[in-house]
């Protein structure tokens, strides 16, 4: 980004989003907190894949898609299995 010569104001979105984030996770109760931060890994990988193709222009090939619906399903299972 900065070596393409692009303002620095593009870190902001970024800036918010973690921030956003670290608040969200002081939300969830303690016995909870790393599942949330496991799902968060499944949403960041979504989230840097859209950053590549919007900000940057390279689009995700299906290896990419493929690796991302395999986080979010990961993901999924931590947080929606049932447990006893």
Not at 16 to 35: N, V
């Given at each position: 980004?900065?070596?393409?010569g692009?303002s620095?104001?593009?870190?902001?979105?970024?800036?918010?989003?973690?921030?956003?984030?670290?608040?969200a996770?002081?939300r969830i109760?303690?016995p909870?907190?790393g599942?949330?931060?496991?799902?968060?890994?499944g949403?960041?990988?979504?989230?840097?894949?859209?950053?590549?193709?919007?900000?940057e222009?390279?689009r995700?090939?299906?290896f990419d898609?493929l690796g991302?619906?395999?986080?979010?399903?990961?993901?999924?299972?931590?947080?929606?299995?049932p447990?006893?």
């Amino acid at each position: 980004m900065l070596r393409e010569g692009r303002s620095t104001w593009w870190l902001l979105p970024g800036l918010l989003c973690l921030a956003f984030f670290a608040w969200a996770l002081t939300r969830i109760d303690t016995p909870f907190a790393g599942r949330a931060f496991a799902a968060y890994g499944g949403v960041y990988i979504a989230a840097s894949l859209g950053w590549m193709w919007a900000v940057e222009g390279a689009r995700p090939d299906r290896f990419d898609l493929l690796g991302m619906l395999l986080c979010l399903g990961g993901a999924g299972v931590i947080l929606l299995a049932p447990r006893g």
